[in-house]
């Protein structure tokens, strides 16, 4: 039995073990799938990725093995249900400064992630044509900058979370609610390592 809990937690809290297991490309499609479309079988999982049922069985089980995915028990026979062990997943970089496979890990994920992102934002770019004006007019992109300290920096991180949280479900049983994604992104204007000293 893992160390994580098998209940549906909002957040894990992702320690060098995970972090290695996740840094994988089917595997981290694999619990993204989980957490946007819920349960699914490892047969499911591999006609929605396009892979093997027995790659995807293989993966889950080192999903499962760090805490990151559960069996829900609610499978027929050997067809066995998975679900995303959390709605999220985070990490301190801290954690890994002196695990030089974990920090690598870390950072292809962020890599990934950022990829992820940008696919999606294209794709909603390529397909906006095709929704009503006020969903037009309700999403998109913007930004804007802040002077603030790491703290300061870390408490705007919360208050942006806690109003996502806030409106997680917030249509439930609205006909015009759609599920929509919002993707936080943060970091210096200047780059050059120098200026976080």
Avoid: C
């Avoid at 002077?147 to 300061?152: D, E």
Wanted: no cysteine.
């Amino acid at each position: 039995m893992h160390k994580y809990s098998a209940r549906m937690t909002d957040d894990i809290r992702l320690d060098s073990d995970a972090v290695r297991v996740l840094a994988h490309p089917l595997r981290s499609r694999l619990l993204s799938a989980l957490r946007q479309h819920g349960a699914a079988t490892a047969t499911e999982l591999a006609d929605r990725l396009d892979t093997n049922t027995g790659a995807t069985s293989y993966h889950l089980r080192k999903l499962e093995s760090v805490g990151l995915v559960v069996d829900t028990g609610e499978g027929e026979g050997k067809r066995r249900l998975w679900r995303a062990a959390s709605r999220s997943h985070s990490w301190r970089k801290s954690d890994f400064d002196h695990d030089e496979d974990a920090q690598t890990s870390m950072e292809w994920l962020n890599r990934d992630y950022v990829r992820l992102a940008t696919d999606r934002m294209y794709a909603w770019l390529d397909a906006e044509h095709g929704w009503s004006s006020e969903w037009r007019d309700a999403l998109g992109y913007g930004d804007d900058g802040a002077l603030v300290t790491p703290a300061q920096a870390r408490e705007m991180h919360d208050e942006i979370y806690a109003v996502l949280a806030r409106y997680r479900d917030a249509g439930a049983g609205d006909p015009d609610a759609r599920r929509i994604l919002v993707t936080v992104m943060s970091h210096p204007m200047d780059p050059d390592p120098e200026q976080g000293r």
